[in-house]
Each structure stands twice: as C-alpha cells, then as structure tokens.
C-alpha cells in the first residue's frame, strides 16, 4: 500500500533513530560522565571513572582530562606540604627544635583555658628561664658555638621535665617551661632543682666544655595570675630578681613585685635627673690603729627634695642596669676630686704633710669602658685628678672577668694610682693569679669577721689572709668593724688598717676635713660609746697637758664633729699609753666638774 518514495522514506527515519541511539549510547553518557567529572573537580568532589579505554577521540578527551585531574592533584599536595611545613617553621624555633613564642601564646592560652573549665584544685607553674652569661659565649666563640649551646640546652630541658610538661624557646637565651598537673609547690622545687643540675653539667661544644647557668623566674596558676600573659609577666619580675644573683630561681610574691616596681620607679627618677644633682659625696675614714685616718673612701648618697634616702643598695644596681654607670661614674670623679681639694687645703693650712687620699670605687662596668679610663687619664693629665689624691678600690669581682679588666687595671697603675682590691675573700679572686694584678691593697670583706665556725677557726681564716697579704707586700684594710672587741681580734693577729662605724659614720666633706684636722696628730686613744649606736677610737690632736679634760670639753662641745657621748672609757695603746696615775686623777677631776652628771 505504501509507496516506494515512503519506504523510503521511513527507513531513512528508522536508521536515524537506531544511529541516535547508538550515539547516545556510545557519546552521550560518556559525554555526560565527563561533565560530571568537571563539575566535581570544581566542587572539590572526587570523581567517578573516565572512558580513557576508548581508542576514539572521546577517549583522548577523557585521558587528557585524566591527565590534568592528576596534574591538579600534585600541585594540590606539594601546597599542603607547603603549608605544613610554613606552619611547622612559624611554631618551632629551628635552633633548638622546641615550639617557639608564637607556639607558647597558642598552647599556653589553651592549657590556661582548659584549667578554668575544669575548676578548683588544678594548678600549673610557669619557670621563665634564662641562661647567665650566654653573651660571653657568642662573643668569645663566635654564633656557631653559641647556637649549638643553645640546642644542647633545649635537649637537656625537655630530658629535665615530664611527658605532660611543655617546653617553649621564646627567644635569645630565653626558655618558658609549663609545669602542668601539679600538686604542691614543692612539685616546682623538685623539678627547678632537677633543670639547673642537667643545665650546669658540662657540654661539650666545638672540642671544649662549656659549664653553663641559669637564672629562673616562677609563677603559679591561679595564684599569681589567670592568663598565660599575666602569668609570663610575674614570672619576668621573679626573673629580674633571681638574676641578681644568678644560677638560682625566685618565686614570684607580691613584696618582689613591689621592690621591682620600686627599681623601675628608680629607673625613671635618676633618667630626670641626667646631672645627678640630688647627690652628695660623703667621705668614712680608713684608719690606723692609732685611729688616724690614713685615707677616705667616697660613697654617694641620694636624697630626694622631699627629704627621702634612697640607699645606695638601691640605686647602685638601677645605675648599671639603666646603662647609667658611665655619666654617674664622671660625677663621682669630679666629685671625689673636689673632695680631695678640700682634704688638701685642710692639712695645707695646718702646715702639715700631704692630706689623706681618696678611694673612688670603680666597676667592672667602668673599667671595661674605654670611654671612663681615657676620662681619667685626661682628668690626672690636668691635674685634676692626681694620684696623690687619689687612688681607686676595685671589687673582688673583676676576678670573674681578669683577663678583660687587667689592660685597664694596668693604665691606672701606669699613670701612677694606687689600687685597692675591695670585697677581699669574697670568692672571686685566685689566689694563684692574686700577683699578676698590680694591687697595693687588700680590703678584707667584713663577712669574713662572722664567717661559720668557732672565734678560733674564724681567727685563724684571717690570721692566715694576713700572711697572705704581708707576702704579696700589700696593706691589709679590715672593712666593717663594729666593735671593740673585733679591734682587738684584729690588732693581735696584726691588721693595722681598719674601716666601720666604730671609727666612724660616713662624714660630710667639711666634717671629713675636720676629722684629718684633729686626728692627724700624736693623740691618746679615747673610746667613745653611745647606749644606742657605737663609735669609737677617736683621737683627740692633744694641744694641752689634760686629756680628761679635752674629753670632757668635746662631750659639752655638741658643734664638734663627734656623737655626744653618755659613757667614756680610756684605753692603754701602745705608743698611745697613758699612766694609770695621771687617768686616775685626770678622771677624779672630771668627776668633780658641774656637768659631772652627764658623764659616767
């Protein structure tokens, strides 16, 4: 019925649709896949499997598509390599291996954070570590040797604490340590106690051993702080007082914060005052056993308007820490030679011999400074400063550092000054190395008067520093004596210069001179003492045949430089003896004077 053109025409329908549906089979669903895959790779979905076994140009499309999914996949990975390693390299200090300050802000905020949730009873320690000294190491061996000490101190630390303990290198020499889950504050000592032996083992750097300190602040959760910055805050003010010391710690109190925040006050006063104009030079005199003075020694003292002492175990150490010590050590030179002046003038218009010497005290600090020795060298040049006034006290310290300070402890011996190692017996000092300094003079430490032991060991300590200092040829000047009895220690084991508040309080420079005035002289030997503070051994100049009544004249006498005394006893010193006749009858007309009452 159909025609032929219709058949045709029909056929040529059926063999399209059958052609679709072979396309549609073999190119659209792959097809479809394809776009699939696309769509998830911008999704970051993973992807289903690709028609990369067709031998047609689909499946060059798919394995070209296969080719790029994997290429996007490598780039992706090395990225997050990339990133894990930046995040790694900002939260590990690369010296040591330990997580650094950006670490310790993260895990510290967490830890403290953690201890709030879960209440009462949890407590953590902060140790804010820092090693003593590290400077020397990096400048006398080169960074080289300071970094390789510095890892072999982060090893040794994380060896020192617990598993659950964190370690951090927060900068420089600086370690914070987290001591978590503790139970008792003794907890702390135990492991401080264990860090500072693994630290001050020797290490070997570079083919030598190093023997390190460290310094260690202390501050505990909740009692000091709440946060981990308040907590690293307290724990730098303990710190700051146990590097005082060195190679030891300090727990953080409330009187400590006080005294730190009284330094820092310090600090700012002395930067307001540039010119020191609120010091004062006194002069204590250095005397024999006669108790002539044989020179000065120049201490500063500091009041404020308002009337307030500040002492000089105060302000001293604020100085050097504030980088101060060079402009206040120019105003103890300048002062200290005016001083002199008026020692000399004195014993000029008296007609006597030279005037007492001055002692200036110099630290490690100055001698080391180039600057403050060519100050000097200019100052005695011009006469200024000359070494027949004065001559310099240097601290038993400089021991710690001799081969830095010997150039500078040489000059001043070569433009003529004497010097005085002060703080004698102190610990610093090796008695191998005591001649190679050119000393003139050992200042014995008045610690040595109290050290442990019996008064006979004690004797026999100084008995023997005495031996040491005949043998070097040097004078041997006792500091800190209080008494008459230590006088008389000391003179039988044959000492012959002493200091201390027996002899005499620091005095005035005007009240100073006077004391070389009237003591410079032939003299009896008076002790004068006071029911509440001792002063001793002064020597009356005799310019009459009565010395009771000199005594009794200088007791009504309150404008003399002396304390008045409520008791006067007189002692027999030899070439200063007194008859016993003539003190006996000297002290019965004494008694007979109108103002008797007064003296007993």
Not at 449 to 473: E, N, P
């Amino acid at each position: 019925l159909l025609g032929p053109g219709l058949l045709a025409g029909l056929a040529c329908v059926a063999l399209g649709a059958l052609m679709a549906l072979r396309a549609s089979r073999v190119y659209a669903k792959p097809l479809r896949e394809l776009a699939w895959a696309v769509e998830g790779l911008a999704e970051g979905r993973s992807h289903g499997p690709l028609p990369v076994a067709r031998k047609d140009e689909l499946g060059e499309l798919a394995r070209s598509f296969k080719a790029m999914v994997e290429a996007l996949a490598e780039r992706d990975a090395e990225r997050e390599r990339l990133h894990e390693e930046s995040l790694h390299g900002a939260l590990v200090d690369p010296t040591t291996g330990l997580p650094n300050r950006r670490a310790f802000l993260e895990e510290s905020a967490t830890v403290v954070a953690l201890l709030e949730r879960l209440g009462s009873g949890r407590s953590l320690a902060l140790l804010y570590l820092d090693l003593d000294n590290f400077k020397n190491v990096n400048d006398g061996y080169g960074h080289g040797a300071g970094d390789e000490l510095l890892h072999a101190v982060g090893a040794r630390i994380k060896e020192a604490i617990r598993d659950a303990d964190l370690a951090f290198r927060i900068g420089g020499d600086e370690f914070v340590i987290l001591l978590t889950s503790l139970r008792r504050e003794d907890d702390v000592v135990m492991v401080l106690d264990k860090l500072r032996g693994a630290i001050a083992a020797p290490m070997p750097i570079q083919g030598r051993d190093f023997l390190v300190t460290a310094s260690c602040g202390v501050a505990l959760y909740p009692r000091d702080g709440t946060s981990s910055e308040e907590l690293l805050r307290v724990a730098d003010t303990a710190l700051y007082e146990a590097k005082r010391s060195r190679d030891t710690y300090a727990f953080f109190t409330p009187e400590l914060g006080e005294r730190v925040r009284r330094r820092t006050e310090l600090v700012e006063l002395l930067k307001a005052e540039p010119a020191f104009s609120e010091f004062r030079l006194v002069l204590q005199p250095i005397v024999d056993r006669g108790g002539r003075p044989r020179s000065f020694e120049a201490l500063a003292r500091w009041r404020k308007p308002d009337g307030r002492e500040i002492p000089p175990s105060e302000f001293i150490p604020v100085i050097e820490e504030a980088g101060l010590i060079g402009a206040f050590g120019s105003w103890c030179l300048g002062a200290a030679a005016r001083a002199a002046k008026a020692l000399a003038a004195g014993a000029a218009g008296q007609g006597g011999g030279p005037a007492p010497r001055v002692a200036v005290n110099l630290s490690v600090i100055q001698l080391l400074d180039g600057g403050q020795m060519d100050e000097i060298a200019a100052r005695s040049a011009s006469g200024e400063l000359g070494p027949d006034r004065i001559y310099f006290e240097v601290t038993e310290s400089c021991f710690a550092r001799e081969k830095e300070v010997e150039p500078a402890v040489r000059r001043l011996a070569a433009l003529g000054y004497k010097i005085s190692l002060d703080d004698f017996g102190t610990g610093y000092s090796s008695l191998g190395r005591l001649g190679s300094l050119p000393f003139d003079a050992f200042k014995v430490d008045r610690s040595l008067l109290f050290a442990g032991g019996d008064a006979r060991s004690r004797d026999a300590v100084l008995g023997g520093i005495r031996s040491l200092g005949a043998g070097y040829g040097v004078d041997m000047v006792v500091g800190g004596v209080e008494d008459a009895e230590t006088v008389e220690r000391l003179v039988a084991l044959g000492f012959g210069l002493f200091q201390g508040y027996y002899f005499s309080r620091p005095l005035e420079v005007e009240a100073a001179a006077r004391y070389a005035r009237e003591l410079g002289g032939e003299a009896y030997y008076f002790s004068a003492d006071s029911m509440t503070e001792a002063y001793a051994l002064h020597l009356f100049r005799v310019e009459e045949r009565d010395p009771v009544r000199l005594v009794a004249d200088t007791v009504r006498d309150e404008s003399r430089v002396y304390p008045r005394p409520t008791d006067l006893r007189v002692f027999s010193e030899p070439p200063f003896s007194l008859p016993e006749r003539e003190v006996a009858e000297g002290l019965a007309r004494m008694a007979m004077r109108p103002d008797a009452a007064d003296i007993t």
